[in-house]
């Protein structure tokens, strides 16, 4: 069952990752920003620069679906298409990190995250 789970979580990462391009490019946004912003959330890797603990606070704001899905709805809302644009590009990054196994992280160790502990459960 366990690694039934497993790839479940990488295939919903991938549908994620997936939906979002797709949507990006129906909406026929510009890819040029597409490619430039996918990684921007990677950057709140530099909390852990202070510690453990302000490094996965930071990295977790950063990378739960609830703040990009704010964002694409306020975009929706304002009609803003760099908004909601901003917001597919961050969802389609986080679909990413989940579809290769990258989770919320712990303030244990950076490389100490939700999926890894959902492995490892028994």
Sequence with gaps: MKKVNKILL???GLAVLFL???LYGYFQFNWFLFIVLLFVPDIAIVG???SNKVGAYVYNMAHTYTVAIVILIIGLILKSEILFSIGLIW???IGMDRMVGYGLKYSTSFKDNHLNRMHAER
């Design 10 to 12: 990488h295939l919903e």
């Design 20 to 22: 979002s391009i797709y």
């Design 48 to 50: 852990y620069a202070v």
């Design 91 to 93: 969802t389609a990054h």
